[in-house]
């Protein structure tokens, strides 16, 4: 909880958050465990719905199958099932409406009422759509459970697309690199893919080495002191020879070097434009031609959200965020033909050193300006890395997540 979250919860703060319509940040529940009972509605085209514990109110969960929905009279139905029900939402509650494509009027439709809904939930609660090509309805397991479950608190209105169906599994047995693990985002995500069983590579410069150690080891992985900005040849003989190749690669690492467009020089610019996508593109064309990513194979990029709404003092950082995902789109249909995938992050405001180091009135209005009114934290985006590195996300390519609590900017 942060200081003014403390504050809210107060008695006072209670008052003067009501009278005077301030933010009122609820505590998010981040666990594995699925938000129960669910009230399922709508068409029955997905057997793992069938599975989940009904009940009562209040609802952990409210779930409506759109697929079947067509024409523009057909959206009544998500008046007519989420009216009667919407206020019997407990907290952290989910919303979830399952699409079938987004290429008709009908079914386009769904993403503003997703995220209309999205931002009138109060206490926590999130709704995301997910949109389920024909075909893929067994390739949906991995990607409702996230979502159902308190690993996915800080995604909210959101537009997920499984395009095909997918085997099930654990990372045990597989191998993943993260890049720039020595601490905050990187290190939240070497912890959730170690948990998930994988064997961590655990990649960052070696200036950073020592806090390195001490992060391989509490992942029981390796770590590996190399510069992203070298030879990809150096990254791709390492994984070959200690591990045969490669299952899982992050592409964490990530720099800022803010300046407006008139005090920037060069320097500055080709810096982050290396580190953040140049050296990114180039390991992932060692990775394919040298056959380093194995089958299954997953490619998880980290955008932001200055990638998508641009920032002042970021056009170096923006461009190549904006990058990563230009990057998702052209090599998705390139990885799906190898059976693997590639999918990005796109992070808001995350709680790290870097964003406790921007000033105190921008970093509150960054922290508020979303439907949760609270910064996320460095697991929030390392589940949802998580979620696209599981074997049973074998349906879910090419698709760029914001984790930003539904952050106002380019929403
Ligand atoms: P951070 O600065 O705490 O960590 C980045 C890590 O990358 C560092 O350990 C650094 O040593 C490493 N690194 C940098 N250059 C490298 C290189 N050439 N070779 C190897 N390692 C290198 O940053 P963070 O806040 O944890 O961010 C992680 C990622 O998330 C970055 O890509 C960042 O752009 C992105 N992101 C962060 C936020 C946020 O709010 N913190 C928001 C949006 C996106």
Redesign the pocket.
């Known amino acids: 909880m942060d200081r003014y979250q403390k504050f809210a919860s107060s008695g006072l703060g209670r008052q003067l958050v009501r009278r005077l319509g301030l933010p009122n940040p609820h505590p998010l529940r981040r666990d594995a465990a699925l938000a129960t009972p669910v009230l399922v509605g709508g068409a029955s085209r997905l057997s793992f719905l069938k599975q989940l514990e009904t009940g009562s109110a209040p609802h952990g969960a409210l779930v409506f199958d759109a697929s079947d929905i067509s024409s523009v009279s057909d959206l009544r139905q998500l008046h007519d099932f989420f009216h009667p029900v919407i206020t019997q939402l407990g907290p952290c509650g989910r919303v979830i409406v399952i699409g079938r494509s987004p290429d008709s009027v009908a079914q386009r439709a769904l993403e503003g009422f997703v995220r209309s809904v999205g931002k009138e939930l109060r206490r926590g609660g999130t709704a995301n759509l997910v949109y389920v090509a024909d075909g893929a309805e067994d390739g949906v397991e991995s990607t409702l459970r996230f979502l159902l479950s308190g690993r996915s608190a800080y995604v909210s209105g959101q537009v997920i697309t499984v395009s095909a169906a997918s085997p099930t599994g654990t990372l045990e047995g597989k191998v993943a690199l993260v890049?720039?693990?020595?601490?905050?985002?990187?290190?939240?995500i070497a912890t959730a893919l170690g948990r998930d069983g994988a064997h961590v590579i655990c990649?960052?410069?070696p200036?950073?080495g020592e806090?390195?150690s001490k992060v391989a080891n509490a992942v029981g992985g390796s770590a590996l002191q190399?510069?992203?900005?070298g030879d990809p040849a150096r990254l791709t003989s390492y994984l070959l020879e200690r591990h045969g190749g490669v299952d899982v690669v992050v592409?964490?690492?990530?720099?800022?070097r803010d300046k407006t467009l008139a005090r920037m020089d060069s320097s500055l610019w080709d810096s982050v434009l290396?580190?953040?996508l140049a050296?990114q593109e180039r390991i992932n064309t060692a990775l394919l031609e040298g056959d380093v990513l194995r089958a299954g194979g997953r490619i998880v990029g980290?955008?932001?959200?200055?990638g998508i709404a641009g920032n002042v003092g970021q056009t170096n950082?923006a461009t190549s965020?904006a990058g990563v995902i230009g990057m998702v789109n052209s090599l998705a249909p390139v990885l799906a033909a190898r059976g693997a995938t590639i999918n990005a992050v796109?992070?808001?405001?995350?709680?790290?050193?870097?964003?406790a180091a921007v000033p105190l009135m921008t970093r509150e209005v960054g922290r508020r300006m979303n439907s949760l009114s609270q910064?996320?934290l460095?697991v929030d985006?390392a589940e949802t890395v998580a979620w696209f590195a599981s074997p049973g996300s074998g349906g879910v390519n090419g698709n760029v997540v914001r984790v930003c609590g539904q952050m106002l900017l380019g929403a």
Request: aromatic share 4%; charged share 15%.
């Open positions: 890049t720039g693990a020595s601490r905050g985002i990187g290190e939240a990649l960052d410069v200036a950073a806090d390195l190399l510069d992203i900005t592409h964490n690492a990530g720099i800022t290396e580190v953040n050296c980290v955008s932001s959200i200055a950082y965020k796109a992070p808001g405001f995350i709680e790290t050193k870097m964003t910064g996320g460095p985006v």
